[in-house]
């Protein structure tokens, strides 16, 4: 984000002094700059002390060549690598087509929609143990209220849900859906809202309204800031812990852990920290790449119009 | 007048009747359409927080029951977390109070870290700007659960184990680069001249900041506070690794002690995690209207 | 300047025999916290009464019991670490011997050697690898068999009784095949005859699997000098029938199906909320539990075996109970192992450590046979203590086998056993297929702590 000021003073002429002055400071002068500085410093130490840090002291936890046979050669890692790729594959891109599909549902006007926009926003206002409990429970295959509503409004007698690792799989990305579509959707719904006016009024009496509408004036608008939002997403799902924790523990028999969770299993249960930071690590090539284009398009482009 | 006249309006008042009745079933099917899907909507939101409810209100802490509907109420469980009357609950409203400075603290130093740092990125443009912004967004790279083991052998080397700050510290380092960047964003919809304007009027920086800067930001610091705070209530295995005594724990890491427990009295565990819900739903719900427009970044352009 | 860093200097030695004299009279303890509040309260008293009586300070931490793993795995690991510590769970004390961890409490233990079960002495000893001996680096403070626990009104209910039961392993756990038969003729869809732990997760599904293991001759897995014998005919004949009869109890309906879920806590509350009409689980915690709540369960209507009534094997003779012992440890780096042994001291005379089993309502055993014969234990108004005493410290045990390699724990720790029980129940691997894994598997393990 070069600001066009500071462009043309370089193309000044100066002394040598005053440019590499100029370079280092930009249009910024005396005491102005040292304020700016000043201001930066407290997220600068944040980020040396509490992320930088860490992240250094994790390479080097997970720096030791022997762990990465050892952990590719444990049966649960081969697992938890397809699950964090299905949980990641379907999970991000369902909730977020869900969010958008919403977010155009919600535009619509009416006392209705809002009062309903609150109700389906609680999800994500809740905290997650809360809720994430309370759906393991639901799911336990006796006495859980979902196979309890089965049996008493329809007479079917629902399945162990948690026993098996592609339904318990399957539970586990629907509990993340559940929690998360409202805020992409808030999101996606702040980025129709900021469509101007004048475009989307002009599309209706061009005749562009439905789905071509849709697809012709909005989603193009919106196509930059969907792509930011399954990146960034992508980034959170891959670490997130609580939803395999509280829904499926793991279970059955260790076979729905995705990499955040085998990681702390492989850290704490097995009291192996080193294999755990390693399980992590392995993700690695997969989120670097994904964090440069995000950055990349973060910079180049407008988030919104 | 003439018939083929009469004909031809007949037409097209039959015509006209027609596009209305094609029209109200439109509106009829749009209609239904919304009411089935706000009916699915409704019941997808609500059946995890129902099933909650429901817990809650067992008088025996029976999760073992096979009924849809609350058949005995009880608000037992309720009363004992409040009084503390469980032994699990001994320590109730220290965890939370506990919760509640780690929210506050968290969304206090977010929103001035985070408005520092994007005032002086986005506002005096301070050179290699670009630095501070990557950075934050390198936070990203290993995602917060990944640095969770590292972080806590750290905080045991800086003697800040067992301590609620370092979980601070921690959700601080995730949740201001989001900041920055929503403020940048935000940002950017104030002209800049209402900056200089107030420099030329003699305004030091830390003037502009707190005059200028800050009242105008408004929505996005709400916004951007109330995803602080839900960041950190949300939270749970930070706390989980960094607090391990009673009087630091937090609720969440209080909860958690239930499902350890061979006792069983879920109801209690039911009510404690509505309980802990409250404040952020009321949080969220008394400031969604600036979240919105914060997340507009600017409103609508006429 | 010289004058003034020794004016410093001078300054700093005055100060510190202060600081010095404060820490030869703290110790910092850490201890997980109970399943009962009662477990907490008789150890405050007993540190209360120690300080009284010594005039020595004890920090004591009551660290809830989910943490509890974490707080002792990074303190260790990072050398900040408390005075007094307890091998919760039981095998950090041969895991970190082997990386000299601990601090030699032989002095300590001597002082009721005779008081001590000839199990506890063994459990309390572990194998350094940094001094290449074993010494004893443990206090033994209590124990714990695992019994089994059984719903007397179910049974009854089956038009059954507890007294029928056979006396041999596998007729004994058939018994309760019968029991779930028959509740379900009778309409009774939601009850289960055998709880037994086919799970992945928690101490329960080893325990389990070694009591088979044990009663089927397996008992030789790893002998006292460390070796494990896996290639043993007796061995591998041992585990894969108990593979075979306990995933297929799971595999034929008898075992809840939630049950591959469980954790330790679990099979608890579905034991009490009666899912399943028996279950093979450590300690009295099951009946201890709702001792306050529902007096007439426990009175009444479980029973627990316990000794007798644990089963003999399946030739009639009686099987040593697995016992795992939890010890007082003393890591290295403690800065006040003075204080600390004199606590460990105080805390294992018999008069000490009995009221501290005791008042935790019996949830633990005592590791010295002279205290199983008191009043509390020998009680014949209670159902449960004299039977879970006789077979934890009275009648044969033997220590668990990490005692005699710390790589048993990490076989626990994976829960290795567990996946021959899972494969047998729900994926129809033959018994001989899923042993076989799990023997490889185990032998990976081995070889990473070869013992002189």
Known sequence: MMDTASVVDFGRPAGRRHAVWRFLRGNLKGTEYTWAVAFVVPYAAVFLTFVAYPVVYGVWMGSERGLYPELFADPIYQNTVVNTVLYLAIGVNVKLFLALLLSGFFMRPGWWMKALLLIFVLPWAVPQISTFISIHWMLNGEWGFLNNVLYTLFHVEGPHWLNDRWTALGAVIVSHIWKWTPFWTLILLAGRMAIPLDIRDTARVDGATGLRGFVYITFPLLANLYLICTLLSTIFLLGDFNAVYFVSGGGPANTTHVLATLGIRNAFDIAQPRLGVAAVMSALPLVIPLVIVLMRKLRTAEVQL | MSTIAVDAALASAHAESRAHRAARRRRYLTTTGTTVLSLVLVVWTLLPIYNMVLISLEPEGDVFTDHIWPRVVSVESFWGVLTQGHWYLEHFWRQFANSVYLGAMVTVLTLAIGSLTSFSLGRMRIRHGWLVSNAALLTYVIPASFLAIPFYRIMQNYGMANNVWSVIAALVAFATPYAIFVFLEYGRSIPIEVDESARIDGASPVQVYLRVYLPLMAPALVAVGTYAMLLAWNEYLYQFLLLSSKSSMTVPVALAQFLSSDQSPWNYMMATAIIYAAPPVAIYYAFRRRMTAGLTMGGVKG | ?452
Not at chain 3, 102 to 126: G, I, K, M
Not at chain 3, 289 to 313: L, M
Not at chain 3, 375 to 399: A, C, E, I, M, S
């Open chain 3, 1 to 452: 300047m010289l004058r003034g860093s020794l004016a410093l200097a001078a300054a700093k030695t005055v100060a510190f025999p202060h600081v010095v004299k404060a820490a030869a009279t703290t110790a910092t303890m850490w201890f997980s916290q109970g399943f009962v509040q009662d477990e907490d309260v008789v150890l405050r008293k007993i540190v209360a009464d120690y300080e009284k009586a010594s005039g020595n300070k004890i920090e004591l931490s009551i660290i809830p019991f989910a943490p509890h793993r974490q707080k002792i795995i990074s303190a260790i690991t990072s050398d900040v670490v408390p005075d007094i510590m307890q091998s919760e769970p039981n095998e950090i004390l041969q895991l970190y011997a082997w990386q000299d961890k601990w601090v030699d409490v032989s002095d300590v233990v001597e002082t009721q050697r005779a008081q001590f079960s000839e199990t506890a002495l063994t459990a309390s000893q572990a194998y350094n690898n940094v001094t290449k001996k074993r010494a004893t680096y443990g206090v033994p403070l209590r124990a714990a068999v695992v019994p089994c626990h059984i719903w007397k009104s179910l049974v009854e209910k089956a038009a059954m009784k507890v007294e029928d039961l056979p006396k041999t392993w596998d007729a004994y756990f058939d018994f309760f095949k019968k029991v779930q038969d028959n509740l379900r003729k009778q309409g009774e869809r939601k009850v289960y005859g055998l709880g037994f732990q086919v799970t992945a997760s928690g101490v329960d599904p080893y325990n389990l699997f070694m009591a088979f293991l044990v009663a089927y001759g397996g008992q030789d897995v790893v002998t006292k000098d460390g070796k494990l014998h896996l290639n043993d005919p007796k061995v591998k004949q041992a585990a894969i029938k108990a593979a075979a009869y306990l995933g297929g109890a799971y595999r034929d309906g008898y075992v809840p199906p939630s049950a591959i879920n469980w954790n330790d806590a679990d099979d608890n509350n579905a034991f009490h909320a009666k899912l399943m009409v028996m279950d093979v689980d450590g300690t009295l915690s099951t009946e201890v539990a709702i001792k306050e709540k529902h007096p007439e369960w426990y009175f009444n209507e479980i029973v627990t075996h316990g000794v007798p009534g644990y089963p003999n094997d399946n030739a009639g003779n009686p099987v040593p109970s697995i016992v795992n012992i939890t010890n007082g440890l003393i890591p290295k780096g403690a800065k006040n192992v003075t204080v600390a042994k004199e606590f460990l001291k105080y805390f294992i005379q018999p008069k000490v450590i009995g009221e501290f089993v005791e008042l935790g309502l019996g949830r633990w055993l005592p590791v010295m046979p002279s205290l199983a014969k008191s009043p509390f234990w020998q009680n014949p108004k209670d159902p449960h203590l004299k039977g879970y005493v006789q077979q934890g410290l009275l009648g044969p045990t033997r220590p668990d086998y990490y005692v005699f390699n710390l790589a048993m724990a990490e076989v626990r720790a994976q829960h290795v056993w567990s996946m021959p029980m899972i494969e047998v129940a729900r994926e129809g691997v033959k018994p001989e297929v899923a042993v076989d894994k799990a023997f490889k598997r185990i032998e990976e393990i081995f070889s990473k702590y070869p013992m002189a």
